[in-house]
T-cell receptor, first 114, second 113 residues
Framework: EAQVTQNPRYLITVTGKKLTVTCSQN?????MSWYRQDPGLGLRQIYY???????DKGDVPEGYKVSRKEKRNFPLILESPSPNQTSLYFC?????????????FGPGTRLTVL | DQQVKQNSPSLSVQEGRISILNCDYT??????FLWYKKYPAEGPTFLIS?????DKNEDGRFTVFLNKSAKHLSLHIVPSQPGDSAVYFC????????????FGKGTSLLVTP
């Protein structure tokens, strides 16, 4: 089944404790992206990657890191999480040449930073 | 600055009637527009899209209309069904800016029996 998977689905952590949210897709997509969803703000892009070893900042990259060592994986790293990073996070992927610009989304990771 | 705006946070429609969800945008460089549907505890799922060179795209019960001069698009659902109850996000992208999707804040649609 074609899908984007994220782990963990739920995470409660404390300020300053490094964490990684994994994202994996099995559709051989070149493009991958991370979004966060906050009440009243919709979805905002954090980072994206056009292909392996190619990453770039989205609209809200502060406090986050990403890496793209393999085509299928795009982990999101929070080196020193803070309470304002409490949010719902979505990973997405698509073909680079997708005519409809459609992105496939994972199920989401709900992160709480205390 | 929000480049894609959905000014109605919620909409309630009776089953069988038409649902019309609206979206406005400010960036004239957007060349693709998409609608996503989101159920609680799930990721957004793609519904329908339209290129800026078209003014209408239809897929079954779903039709998207684009008015470029007004920088406005709308999603029509006919007939509405209870299973359509979800949050609908409008999104826009430009081919030249890495396919990033700029999302609106979403409209929560409730279809009542």
């Amino acid at each position: 089944e074609a899908q984007v998977t994220q782990n963990p689905r739920y995470l409660i952590t404390v300020t300053g404790k490094k964490l990684t949210v994994t994202c994996s897709q099995n559709m051989n997509h070149e493009y991958m992206s991370w979004y966060r969803q906050d009440p009243g703000l919709g979805l905002r892009q954090i980072y994206y990657s056009m292909n392996v070893e190619v990453t770039d900042k989205g609209d809200v990259p502060e406090g986050y890191k990403v890496s793209r060592k393999e085509k299928r994986n795009f982990p999101l790293i929070l080196e020193s999480p803070s309470p304002n990073q409490t949010s719902l996070y979505f990973c997405a992927s698509s073909f680079q040449t997708s005519g409809s610009h459609e992105q496939f989304f994972g199920p989401g990771t709900r992160l709480t930073v205390l | 600055d929000q480049q894609v705006k959905q000014n109605s946070p919620s909409l309630s429609v009776q089953e069988g009637r038409i649902s019309i969800l609206n979206c406005d945008y400010t960036n004239s460089m957007f060349d693709y527009f998409l609608w996503y549907k989101k159920y609680p505890a799930e990721g957004p799922t793609f519904l329908i899209s339209i290129s800026s060179i078209k003014d209408k795209n239809e897929d079954g019960r779903f039709t998207v209309f684009l008015n470029k001069s007004a920088k406005h698009l709308s999603l029509h659902i006919v007939p509405s069904q209870p299973g359509d109850s979800a949050v609908y996000f409008c999104a826009a992208s430009t081919t030249n800016s890495g396919y990033a999707l700029n999302f609106g804040k979403g409209t929560s649609l409730l279809v009542t029996p």
